[in-house]
Structures are given as C-alpha cells and as structure tokens.
C-alpha cells in the first residue's frame, strides 16, 4: 500500500469513528470516499517532478479503464507554491505520444506557461522555471497539444496548483487540506460497453464537445465526504471537455463565493446555484454547523447536448457528512480589496470574432439529433437553423463513432450518409475560427506591449454556441459579458469569460515577455473547438 493511501485510509477512519454507529455502517457502504490529491513536495533541490503515465481506474464496479494520470493512475497531485519564491518544475512524459503541461490561470513568461509549441516528446523531459508573482489563487495545470487537447484530458491529464501570499494567510478561512479546505475536480466522462473512455473526435463533437454519462469528482462516481462540522471550504475545478455546470447543494443551503479564478473577492458573495464554465474555478464556503448529511449537486443547464440522462435532472457529485469536530475557520465580512479599474479612456483595443463554419454547425447538428434525438438540443434553437428546420435536413447516419477510421482533416462521405451538397470532403478540423482564420501555429496574430493596459472584445454574434474564452499570460477584469452587467461573484480577477450569442469585454494586461517561439495562447475552453482551430496565438514585447 503506498504510504499516501495508508494516510488517506487513516483519516477517512478518524472521521468515520466521529459518527454514530448506523452512520457509520450507511457512510462506510453506501459510497466510495473521495480521493483528497496529495500535496506534491519539492526534492531536495526545491524541483518538482510531474510524470505523465498510463494507469488504470475503476470508475465502474469491477471493470478496470485504461486512463492517464500525473505521477498516478488518474488526474494529478496539488502543487502549492508561495508569491515570490522561485519555482523549478521537470516534467517527464512516459506516454504513448508527445503532450505539454500548459499552467492554467499563472501569470509566467511564455517560455515556462506550456501552451502547444512546447511539446514533450514520448520518453523526453522538459524544465521549466519561473517566479510566481500573483494573488492567492486556486489554478490548475493540464495538456495544451495542439488537435489532441480534448483527448488528453478525457483521459485523465490535469491538476491543481495553489498559490498562497500573505494577504491570503491573514484571512481565518478554512484551510486544513482534505479536512475543511476540500479540492473539487468535476469531470463527465463517456464510458463506452467495455467500460473504457469513449473519445471521438469527429463532426458532431467538433461543434458540440466530447460529453460523457458519468460525472467524476477527483476521478470517482457520486463520493462521499467526512467534513468538520462549521464552515467548510470547497475549492471547485469545472475540468470538462465541454460541459457547463451549475452547482448547487441537495437542501439548497447557500453557497458563499469567496474567490474566482485568479483569487479572493472584496467579500463574499452569496448564492442559492453556481454556474460554471470549463476551466473555471471558484471558492465556496458552506456551513455545515447543523451537522445534517447534505449533497453537492449539478443542476441541468441549457446546453446542446448536456441535458441528455442523467443531466436532464440534478445529478448527485458529492455526499457531504459532517463529523462531530469542529472546523477552525470562519466565514469574513471582507476578503481582500480589489483595485480600481484603471480608465478606459484611449487604450488600446481588439476585436476577436467568434464563429464556427455553417457547414460545421449543420452537420454537427444533424450528426448530434441523429444520434440522440431532439432532446438533445436542449430546447434551444441554435446558429443557422432551428430545431424545425435542423430536422427536415436529409438523414445522415450518426458519425459518432470510431475514431480511427476517421480521416482527422476531413469529413467524407460514409455509406448511409447524407450530406449538403459540397459537403463531402468538410474540413471539420479547421471548422472553427478567430476573425475567420483557424488556429496556425506558426504565425501569432499580434504583438502586445507588456505591462499596457488593453480592452479586448470577444464577440459571439452570428454564433449562438458556448464559448468559455481563456486567455493564457494573465489574470483580467470583466467589464461586460455576453451583453449583460458583470454578476457580482464574476467581478474579481478571471481568466475565461462567457460568450454566447454576444459580445464580452475584458480589460487585460500581460506582466511577462512571449516571444514568437513561445507566445501566448487565447482560445475557446471547450476543448475539442480549441482543437479544430478556435484559439489564436499572440506575443508580448
């Protein structure tokens, strides 16, 4: 047994034994524990060492899948790291094929953030170096390779990485790792008949994303939990391919945000349901001083297929059990200040477009009512054509199917299918663009002045579909988004915003030096648009 396990067994024991007996026997039988991802610790020369490596999970009782993970079977260990401290990372792939290890949500240069060009080939290393410079924060780090993003992480690549300063150590928060500060990676996964991860990448999943029927919190089904009772803190992680999410708890008991993506809020802010994007994270506290048993759940969302069963109801991601120790930490009337927008008068601004190809959203479309039927569309009528029309297009067979008998750069004519006319050779793999260009590697997009102030407008118009925007090299502020006033809980530092039909504005400014080797990334967070060409590259001088 590894010694982490012993540890991880021994704890969950303690808190079991905190319960009555009958509690005990429903806690111990009813559900599996949730895995707390143990805090790496640096060698003896202050590095950390991240291995990407196969594994194998067991997601369903007695089936074992074939997964991915970092220094384990599936998903990663938490990498906890100090504003101002230098920080030396060594990441050694022991894949199967060539990955990068991009660091979601850190503000470093472009040679250390890991975006595409810095592929790690099977067996190869690649160090890394830099000095963290930002508020507390909770982050995260997964693989950036350009066309098989979607796919690695499905598999199970990605982690947290903590950031910690003073302002952050003053505030009596919850912070017992595992105990009343509790890691949250939300994961829907498609398993297929044998029980493996199903991934495709093909027309449908091009324009929609890759969905699963099982939803994971830190690599298992519906968990269950021994927390202190008090406030408890949840640091949430929407790691899907390209499910939105919208959190609430089974008793409807508030949740209080406390910080986003790039850290703590001026205060907290309360709420009855918590909606996500992929890539997002927020911080929430929840008081469990009444010691009642209580659920974390995902409400249904409107989303092309994401309202399919189970998520057509609320899904179960977490049993919470209070013991009968007493958390620490208290819930503060004030966080930490955010600064004043600077003026917006004369800066620099950029438009990024949005729009996926009309061929791509009608065959995608087709291909997913196909397949599941117009429930999937969730009710919504989308792009170039409505539920009505989307049904009276010619039949096509379900191209949803086996990925290597698929040609990645086109989509072809397949016996039973029918297509629109010029359709036959559809490059789905670069149907998604930024100002009507798809991804290109080779050429960045633009310059930006470092340390410059700049409003940069994402637009969805013409384009009804989600799109999580990210930006890599930085934290920014919304000043609109998709249209509408900045929510409360959305006005702290972010590094993705909504677009949706609309347009979003964020003020942003790059710190660090990108250089055409190494530029930053700005992408559509649904993984598999970001794989067919929805992200363009920029540097920083």
Partial sequence: ??????????????????????????????????????????????????????????????????????????????????????????????????????????????????????????????????????????????????????????????????????EGDKLQIPSRWGVDDIPIILQDKRLNDAGQIDYQLDVMTAAVGWFGQHMLTNGVIYPQHGVSRGWLRLRLLNGCNARSLRLATSDRRPLYVIASDGGFLPEPVKLSELPMLMGERFEVMVDCSDGKAFDLVTLPVQQMGMTLAPFDQPVQVLKIQPTSTQSGGVLPDALIALPALPSLEGLPTRWLQLMMDPQLDQLGMQALMNRYGHGAMAGMSMGNGSKETMASMPSMSDSHGDMSSMDHGSMKAMPGMSMPQGAAHFDFMNGNKINGKAYDMNNPAFDVKRGQYERWTISGEGDMMLHPFHIHGTQFRILTENGQPVAKHRQGWKDTVRVEGGRSEVLVRFDHLADKQHAYMAHCHLLEHEDTGMMLSFTVA
């Fill in 1 to 166: 047994m590894y010694r982490r396990d012993f540890i991880k067994l021994a704890a969950m024991y303690g808190a079991m034994t905190a319960l009555p007996t009958w509690s005990r026997q429903a806690f111990a039988a009813s559900r599996p524990a949730l895995p707390v991802p143990e805090i790496l610790q640096p060698d003896v020369r202050g590095t950390y060492r991240l291995n990407l490596q196969q594994g194998k999970s067991a997601f369903l009782p007695g089936v074992t899948t074939t997964t991915w993970g970092v220094n384990g079977n599936v998903l990663g260990p938490v990498l906890r790291l100090r504003r101002g401290k230098p920080v030396g990372v060594i990441v050694k792939n022991n894949l199967p094929e060539a990955s990068t290890v991009h660091w979601h949500g850190l503000e470093i240069p472009g040679e250390a953030d890991g975006g595409p060009q810095a592929m790690i080939a099977p067996g190869a290393s690649r160090e890394v170096h830099f000095t963290i410079d930002q508020r507390a924060a909770t982050c995260w780090f997964h693989p950036h390779p350009h066309q098989t993003s979607g796919y690695q992480v499905a598999m199970g690549l990605a982690g947290m990485v903590l950031i910690e300063d003073e």
